[in-house]
């Protein structure tokens, strides 16, 4: 099976900008979620899509959004890009999500530059 | 609130012996860990994971442990090779009011195995 694909690799924005994400999961998997790494903060949980439903939520502002299509690809949106938004992007995708935690596969990251 | 914590930071062992890398985590609730090695411009991949009603799980060279009563987990990599040379991330998560896919991460661990 191929694995988590995440698309574009590689962003360079401007603050005040927005951008758009995308994450393809593993063909079959239908939750996707979502991580921010950063040097500072670690590993950060962004949030969680089920059956294209936002399940769970992390601590980040409300300019962080994301949805799931029906055919479990994710995106997650960005506005108002700030400088502290820089960091790698991580999707995880997982197979069912019923009852208890998944094992998650993770992408290779978007890496969004904001300068 | 949720924590996981990770120690040593950094690790250097001689190629041949052991590596341990130890974390706590505040949940007492938390019954997932699974642990991630992440190598230079890539996303973490999944080493070894345990649930909280077995005690220890071992893959080859590579074992986890989990003592639910002090809330701590350990990885033990067995005779190290350079290409175990990496970042190690161990995490938590729990299900409680329903299913959820939400990793909280330590800090990381690099282990630098030399030849």
């Known amino acids: 099976k191929a694995g988590v694909t995440q698309t574009p690799r590689y962003l360079i924005k401007t603050r005040g900008q927005q951008v758009t994400l995308s994450c393809s999961p593993i063909?079959?998997?239908?939750?996707v979620s979502w991580y921010q790494q950063t040097p500072g903060q670690g590993l950060q949980f962004l949030f969680e899509?089920?059956?294209?439903?936002?399940?769970n939520k992390g601590n980040f502002p409300g300019r962080f959004s994301g949805r799931q299509f029906s055919n479990s690809r994710s995106e997650m949106n960005v506005s108002t890009l700030e400088l502290g938004d820089s960091a790698l992007y991580l999707c995880?995708?997982?197979?069912?999500?019923?009852?208890?935690?998944?094992?998650?596969?993770f992408g290779p990251g978007t890496r969004l530059t904001v300068l | 609130g949720e924590n996981v914590e990770q120690h040593p930071s950094t690790l250097s062992v001689q190629e041949g012996d052991s590596a341990v890398i130890k974390c706590t985590y505040s949940?007492?609730?938390?019954?997932?860990f699974p642990w991630y090695k992440q190598e230079l411009g890539k996303g973490p991949q999944l080493i070894i994971d345990?649930?909280?009603?077995?005690g220890e799980k071992k893959d080859q060279r590579i074992a986890v442990t989990l003592n639910k009563t002090a809330k701590h987990f350990s990885l033990h990599i067995t005779e190290t090779q350079p290409e175990d040379s990496a970042v190690y991330f161990c995490?938590?998560?729990?299900?409680?009011?329903?299913?959820?896919?939400?990793?909280?991460f330590g800090t990381g661990t690099l282990l630098a195995v030399q030849p």
């Open positions: 345990i649930r909280s009603n077995v």
């Open positions: 995880a995708s997982s197979p069912a999500g019923t009852g208890f935690t998944d094992t998650q596969y």
């Open positions: 949940d007492s609730a938390s019954n997932y």
């Open positions: 899509y089920f059956s294209e439903t936002q399940r």
């Open positions: 063909s079959g998997h239908r939750s």
């Open positions: 995490a938590a998560s729990w299900t409680y009011g329903g299913a959820t896919n939400k990793l909280i």
